[in-house]
Each structure stands twice: as C-alpha cells, then as structure tokens.
C-alpha cells in the first residue's frame, strides 16, 4: 500500500480550504454560508471515520503515515501519522466541529462568514496537531491554532472578550515559547525534528529535567493545571457558545496528548522524578478546584472550574504510571491509569462540550449565565431538562456514563499507587456530585423563578440534535468502553514499556 | 607604471543606476505636474532594469574591482536583489499618497534612486573607504528625502535630529576606522582580516577602534543605546520616507554587520561577541517594553524596529555561517513585514489625515475584512506566530544560538517576543473586537497599491507556509 489516499492531509487541509470559500461566499452568496460550512464540517467528519474503520488495534507504530521533506535546511518534514492515542482525538474534533456549525446556525448574525470560517481552520489544525510526527511542524500547528482562538473569543465573545482573550493568548504563547526553546535544543542535538528521534535520543538528566519543565509551562497552561489555570474561566466565559465547546472539548486535551507524545516518552527520568509535583498539582486541581467550582454563581465559569478539576484526572492518571513502576517494578498494571486518563479526556470532551451546548441553550433564552436568574426551568423546558440531567449525571461520573469509566479507572489505579492518593482523587465523586447536581438543582427545579423564565420555550429540532448527537456516544461509551480501549491499547502498552527505560 | 583599466562588469548595476539617476533628473526638470508620471516609470524601469543587470553580472564567486575596493559576490546580489524590491515597494506604494500631499515631485525618486545606489555601494564595498561613501550617499540621501515635506514642523525637526545624530555616528566610524588603519596598517578587508588573524592577541588598540565601529555601525542599525533617533524620525517623516527608511536601509546595515565585523574583525570575534551580547539584549528590552506605551503606530513600529534588531544581532553574534545566514533571513523577511506594515498605513491615510495612530485601525475588519487580515499577517508575522514568515525568522536565529551553546540567550530571547507579542495583538484587538468609529469610510485607495499590498501579505504567510527556498537562499549566499 505505497499510494494510499493521504487522509491525515485531507483532514488538515480540507477544513482550512473550506474555511477560505466560506470567507470568499461571505462576500458572494451569505446566504449560503451555514450550509456550506456545514457541508465542509460533514465531509471532513466522513473523512475521518476510516481511520476508525481501517485502524489496525495491533500496533503501536504510526498508521496512515505521509512524509514528504518541508523545510531541508533544516530538516523538517510535513510528516503525518496517527497511533491509538491521537486517533480518537481527531474523531473528537471532527465530530465536535460538526455540532459547533450546527450550535452557531441561528445564534450568530455578526460577521457569520468569519466565525464559521474561524472554526473550520480551527479544525484543520487542531487534526494537523494530533497527526503531525515532526516536532516543528506540531509546534507551527500548536501556535498557529492561536489566531484563530484568538479571533473567535475577542470578536464573538462576552462584554470583558477582550481581557479574557488578550490572557488567554499571552499565557498560551508563554507556555510555548520555551517549548519552542526546547525543541530546537533537541534538534541540535539529534539533527531531526522528527518525534520518533525525540523519543529515542539519549539526555542526560539536567537536560531531561529542563526538557521537561520547558515542556511543562506548555502544557500544564494548556491543560490547564493549577495554578496557571485562571485563564480558562475568564476564556470560557467570555467565549462565544462555539468557542467554549471547542475549549473544552479539543483544546485542553492538546495539553494531556503532549505529556503523553512529548514530556513523558522524552524525558523519561525526569519525569520518574518530578511525578510528586505532577501527582501534587493534579490533586490540587481536583479538591481544590472542586470546591471553587462549587461556589460559582456563573453556570460557564462552573463548567469551566469543572473541567479543570476533571483534567487533573487525566494528569494524575498519566502519571500514577511511575509511582506504580517505582513501588512495583513492574508494567502490569499501570497501563491502566493511562487509559484511564486517555478514556476521561475522550469523555470529558463529549460531555464538557455538551455541558457548555446546554449552557448556550440557556443563554440564547435569557441573555445571563447567573445561575439564580433561572430556576424551574423544567416545567418549560421538560425535553431539555433530560438532556440537562444526563449531562450532569455524566459529569459527576454516574455509573453508565462515559464519565464513570475514565474516573473509575484511575482511581483504581491509584488505589495501587497510594491510598491517600486515591482517598484525594476520589473526592471528586462527592465534590462533582455536588457542583453538578447542586447546579442542575437551582437551574431546573424549584418553583418558576421569574416571568422570563416562564417565557421560555423548549429547544428546536436544531438543539435537539446538537444535545442528542452528544448524547449517544456519552451512553454508549459509558456502557461498553471496551472499543475505544482497544484502540488505544497497543500506542499505551507501547508507550509504557518506553517510557520505565531509563535513558541515562 | 602601468596603468591598466579596471573591470567594470562587476560594478555595472551601479553605474547603471548613476547614470539613470542623473539622467531622471534632467528629465524631471523638463516635466510639468500633469506628466510627473513618466519620473514615476522611468525610476521603476530602472530598478527593474538594475535587477536584470545584477543577475546578469552575478557570478557564483567574489568578484573583485577597482583595486579591491569592492566586490561583487553572492551575498552582495542577494542583498541588493532585496533591496531593489523594497525600494520598488516604496515608489509603489507613496505615489497616491504625495499626490494627494502636492509632494509628487521628481526629487523623492532620484533621491531614492541615489540612497538605493548607497545601499548598493554599502553591500558591495570591500574596502573600509567604500563602505564610508556608500554610507554617507545613503545618509544624505535620506536626510533629504525625510526633510521634503518642508511645510512640515514635525520633518523637518526630525530630519536635523537624525542629522546631527547621524554626522556623530559617521564621524565615530570614521574615527574607529581610522585607529584601525593606524594599528594594522591597511583599510583593505581582506588584508586587515589576515592581519588580525596572524597577530598573537588583540592589542588595545584594536579593541579600542572596535568599540568605535560598533558604536557606528549600531546607530545606523537602530540598537539599543544608539536607538534615540529611530522613534522620532520614524515618527516625523512623512509615511513613505518613514517606509523607505525603515526598510531597505536594514539589509544595507546587515551587509554592513557582515563586511566590517565578520569579514573584517572576525578575529576579534570573542571581544565583539561580548558587546553585542549587551546590546542586542538591551535593544529587545526596551524594545519591546517601551513599545508598549506608543499610541503612535509609526512610533510603536519603531521601537518593535529596535527589538527586532536585537534579534538580528543575536544571529550576528552567534558567530557561525549558520547564524550569519539566520540574521540575513530575519532581515530580508523583517523588510517584507515592515514594508506591508507601513504601507497600510498608506493604504488607509487620506488627503488631511494621515492614519498613523492605533485608533485610526478602529474596526478595520468591518471597513475591510482583506486588509484587515493582511495587517493581522503583519502583526502576528512580527510577533513570531507561526504560520507567518516571522516565525521562521525567528526559529533560525534561536536555532543558530542554541546552536553555539547559548541556550540562555535563546530564552532571553523568547522572554521579550512574549512581552512584544502583547503590542502586535493589540493592534488585532483594535481591527477586529472594536466597532468602527461612525461614518467610517470602506477603505479606497488606488488599484495598484491594492494589489501590490495584497502580494506583499500574501508574501509573508507563502513565505511562512513554505519557507524553505528562501532559507535556501540565504543559506547559498554566505558560505564560508
């Protein structure tokens, strides 16, 4: 198979191509904008559902790969590839992206074109940033993905966009710059770009350990990890209904997928080493930032104070990987936390992006995201409450939701690793049982809190859609997960297996 | 003694472009308002035609003439290549905006066409005397340009500013040249390189007529401390003089950079290694702090000038081919970023008023969502967002730094552009999440600025997609 169809290629570009015509109908036929954006969302989501199909669960090694030499002064090629950790994210963001076209249909008027086409770009280089296999060609996708992030906040967003934007642009590029510093380091030293290289090349543990904080500031901003996580709120909240979804479900998980690519297989050692303050932060993140989400009065801040907490379960399970090995010395076992953490973030994506569409249901109702401007919702909205009451329950991790899988797993992981570790990370049962329920609680019932609540009307065809397409694949997952563990199980054992060698 | 004839094919583009220029001159005094045009032609035939002559002189190694006092080699033409560009963008760009000023007069082109001709005396100079006059023809040339517009207070004060200024800067070369000549008995570049390399250590002396040169040759580049003119003149001339001097000039300086300290001085290479450390650091500081306070948007462009030359600097001092090659790349795209830059500027300045604060960029994206987004090209190409050529620049400069074990620098480095990044999407901020002013007008401005404005932000993201030929190029012009 020495031609096949470039389809990592035609993920990437596609969109972006789509993106440039809706800009240009914009100007043309505006008329047509929604249904051509929503045709290039389609395709690209029909696109990508062969690399589902024709995945071969058996290997660890890159599939579907496409390398051609880009820049050859210095070595960098546009190399694609996908194994079973970045594959399900790519179905993620097409699949996302398709809900986000559908969600702006009638909400957006201003400027349509350009938010429609600020999503398609988005998503082609958000698939180029889980496919690319050349660190420099990740790291121009990763950066790149800024301006249009930039844009959608800044110019579709809440009364303070331009506060939240403005941070949230600053403390991404801050974190990647020193990435950046660390990759042309790598570089140097082994002359290739290539992520494979990375991963295999010796480092001495100074160098390891400054790899991996270099790598860290990139990421722990992104995922976001406390304490550099106060631009998630202020960017979630202030962001369009779309770019809240996006956020959530696709951008957070870029900073777990690059521990997993980069920081860990990388700097094997130092990240042994540093495991306290991975496995510090994310409990932080999960008690703390549970209790904060609690107090919120703002529904978007809550979810986004909850999607916090909820990364910090991937990182911890991520990581629980070298507190097993060094207790047991042994890999047996410590797969599982990975998967656990990989199974929370497909999760987390499906129902934080659910969370945030229900949020934007409300808000295109009533203008506010105070939660005590609603109340009694349910006896307007009795189709949305059920969806509203799913996603909740998915939230807090209710057993036959997705978002019971990924926290069970690593928490039985952590039972492993230490029991006080466990004791923390379970917190989170009662802490997401508390902010999810307690919001749904003052939101859906009670008496009808006000006259403009009691005007309400139930959701369209259009959110049903939206919240239902949603739905599936939180139920279905969270009652056989075993399809996308056997996708992911190859890339994890693999991964483990490298990342217990020393390389000193 | 003989005398024998020197050969006169290496230097043909600068006598084309001498001849030319006098000839546009006489032609200019025998033209009314109403044909001024053919002055406009005849100055783009003759670059173009410069560019054609250059090719066809070039040859793959130096060439040297006129007793070794210049030198027609590879990196020259590329150089020279560029710069015949920029000023090609220049006359482009400023020919609405002086007609609308009554400004649209023969002397801005010859007086282009005599600094383009400096710059081209500057890049090929291979003997410390012809990189003095190539120097000073360019200076003039720009002092008068920048003092056209004589009506104008604000020209005028920053033409004498930046006279004075640059008569001490000169004098200082002059004076670091001329220690130089008394410490190793030649001005000759090659022969001085020999004598540096073959003497023991570096004598006091050397060092001393060093720091003379690199305070010279750091005043007309823009570094920190020797940046004081840069603002004000940036700020007073009219827009297209503002163009002309913040562009091409910098590729002139770099060959400058390049002739003086690497072909010259390279064996002092860990004495001025060290002083440029200083300087190039301190100018991507202020730079890119002070940057921030300006309301002016000339003004803002040239203090990110300042810190962008901190960063070509840093490729300078890396001291190896790789780092010569990464600060001519910076330079060459830095030019195409700062051409785009100051040509929106034109693009949106009208008879009366001239667009040069931020807030005049209030809502662009409603008046022109394309050149809006060109100027987004800009903004973040200069801030080093990837997918703009910016990137790559600066991607080649940290590359050649790390490269020769100053990964400190490098972070450094990356420290400031986050600080400058804050004043590039400021201006973004103001083109797209503000509401244009009432009554603002869709943005109208001759075709042909239009189109040429166009390909030159096309130019900075194609460049950023697919940098490799240009970094190719570079990498062919310095061999060592």
């Known amino acids: 198979m020495t031609a096949h169809f470039p389809i990592l290629s035609v993920l990437l570009w596609l969109p972006i191509v789509g993106g440039l015509v809706v800009l240009a109908a914009g100007r043309v036929a505006p008329t047509s904008v929604r249904w051509l954006a929503l045709l290039f969302s389609l395709v690209t989501f029909a696109v990508s559902l062969p690399l589902w199909t024709q995945f071969d669960t058996s290997t660890a090694s890159m599939q579907f790969v496409e390398n051609i030499p880009w820049i050859s002064t210095f070595n960098v090629h546009y190399a694609l590839g996908v194994d079973g950790i970045a594959m399900p994210l790519i179905l993620l963001t097409t699949f996302m992206t398709v809900l986000v076209v559908i969600a702006g249909w009638e909400v957006i008027q201003y400027k349509l074109a350009q938010y429609m086409a600020a999503f398609l770009i988005m998503e082609g280089l958000m698939d180029g940033v889980f496919s690319a296999t050349d660190g420099l060609l990740f790291y121009v996708l990763w950066e790149a993905m800024l301006i249009p992030m930039f844009i959608i906040i800044g110019v579709w967003g809440g009364p303070r966009r331009v506060y939240a934007t403005i941070k949230f642009f600053l403390y991404t590029f801050l974190g990647s710059v020193f990435m950046l510093v660390a990759i042309i380091y790598m570089y140097v030293q082994s002359g290739s770009f290539d992520i494979q290289t990375f991963q295999q090349m010796p480092l001495g543990m100074t160098a390891q350990i400054l790899i991996f904080v270099a790598f860290l500031l990139a990421f722990a901003v992104k995922v976001p990890m406390w304490p550099v996580h106060t631009w998630l709120p202020d960017a979630h909240v202030e962001a369009p209904t779309g770019g809240s979804v996006i956020l959530a479900a696709i951008l957070l998980k870029m900073g777990a997928y690059g521990f997993l690519r980069f920081s860990m297989p990388i700097a094997p050692d130092a990240s042994q080493s540093l495991t306290w303050l991975i496995v510090a932060l994310s409990l932080i993140a999960i008690i703390y930032i549970g209790f904060v989400a609690i107090v919120q009065a703002d529904m978007k801040k809550l979810v986004a104070y909850s999607s916090v907490a909820h990364m910090g379960f991937v990182t911890l399970g991520f990581f629980l990987l070298f507190m097993i090995f060094g207790k047991t010395a042994s890999v047996s076992g410590t797969a599982m936390g990975v998967e656990g953490g990989m199974i929370q973030m497909i999760s987390h994506g499906f129902i934080s992006g659910a969370m945030f569409l229900c949020v934007g249901v409300l808000y295109d109702r009533l203008h506010t995201r105070e939660i005590k401007a609603y109340g009694g919702v349910i006896n307007m909205m009795p189709a949305f409450a059920f969806f509203f009451v799913l996603f909740a329950m998915a939230n807090c991790g209710l057993p036959g939701t997705s978002g019971f899988v990924g926290e069970w797993l690593v928490i039985l992981t952590a039972m492993k690793a230490n029991f006080w570790i466990a004791f923390g990370a379970a917190f989170t049962l009662f802490l997401g049982a508390a902010y999810s329920l307690w919001l749904v609680k003052r939101v859906l019932y009670g008496p009808v809190g006000n006259d403009h609540v009691a005007d309400m009307k139930d959701i369209s065809k259009r959110e049903f859609l939206i919240l239902g397409l949603c739905a599936i694949p939180v139920i279905v997952f969270g009652i056989w997960p075993a399809p996308l563990l056997d996708v992911m199980h190859a890339s994890v054992m693999n991964l483990v297996h490298h990342v217990v060698q020393s390389k000193l | ?480």
């Open chain 2, 1 to 480: 003694m003989n005398f024998t004839l020197p050969a006169f094919t290496p230097a043909v583009p600068e006598m084309f472009v001498l001849g030319m220029s006098c000839f546009i001159l006489l032609v200019d005094v025998f033209l009314n308002d109403r044909n001024r045009a053919v002055t406009w032609w005849l100055s783009l035939a003759t670059i173009a035609a410069t560019a054609w002559l250059t090719v066809a002189v070039a040859q793959g190694g130096g060439l040297l003439t006129f007793d070794n006092m210049f030198v027609n080699d590879r990196m020259g033409n590329v150089l020279k290549l560029f710069t015949y560009l920029t000023v090609a963008l220049v006359f482009l760009y400023s020919r609405d905006y002086l007609a609308e000023r009554n400004l649209f007069k023969g002397e801005f082109y010859v007086l282009g066409l005599f600094g383009m001709l400096g710059m081209m005396v500057m890049i090929s100079a291979h003997n410390f005397l012809t990189i003095y006059l190539g120097l000073e023809l360019l200076s003039l040339s720009l002092y008068a340009m920048i003092a056209l517009d004589r009506d104008s207070g604000v020209a005028s004060e920053s033409a004498m500013k930046y006279f004075v200024l640059g008569a001490i800067a000169s004098g200082t070369l002059l004076y670091g040249m001329s220690i130089l000549y008394g410490a190793t008995g030649t001005l000759d570049i090659t022969k001085l390189g020999v004598h540096i390399a073959e003497s023991p250590a570096a004598s006091i002396g050397l060092i001393f007529s060093l720091g003379f040169v690199i305070v010279g040759l750091c005043f007309k580049l823009g570094a920190v401390p020797f940046h004081m003119w840069l603002p004000d003149v940036y700020e007073g001339a009219s827009t297209p003089v503002t163009l002309y001097v913040g562009s091409a000039p910098k590729l002139a300086a770099f060959a400058l950079f390049m002739r003086l300290l690497v072909e010259g001085l390279g064996g002092l290479h860990d004495e001025w290694r060290t002083m440029l450390i200083v300087i190039s650091v301190l100018s991507m500081a202020i730079g890119s702090v002070v940057a921030i306070a300006q309301t002016n948007l000339k003004r803002m462009l040239a203090y990110s000038t300042i810190s962008h030359v901190g960063f070509i600097l840093l490729g300078i001092l890396a001291g190896t081919a790789a780092g010569y090659q990464s600060a001519m790349f910076y330079t060459v795209t830095y030019v195409i970023m700062a051409a785009a830059g100051f040509g929106m500027i034109i693009l949106l300045a009208r008879k009366g008023f001239e667009s040069d604060r931020i807030d005049d960029f209030k809502g662009l994206n409603e008046r022109s969502p394309w050149f809006a987004a060109v100027m987004l090209a800009v903004m973040f190409g200069m801030a080093g967002v990837p997918p703009f050529v910016g990137f790559f620049a600066k991607l080649y400069v940290l590359r050649a730094v790390i490269d020769a074990g100053m990964t400190w620098l490098a972070v450094v480095a990356v420290f400031f552009s986050i600080i400058s990044a804050y004043y590039y999407i400021r201006v973004v901020k103001i083109m797209y999440f503000d509401r244009a002013p009432e009554g603002a007008r869709p943005v109208e401005s001759g075709l042909d600025l239009r189109w040429v404005l166009s390909g030159n932000g096309l130019a900075i993201l194609l460049l950023g997609v697919l940098p490799g030929p240009l970094m190719a190029l570079c990498a062919r012009a310095i061999t060592f």
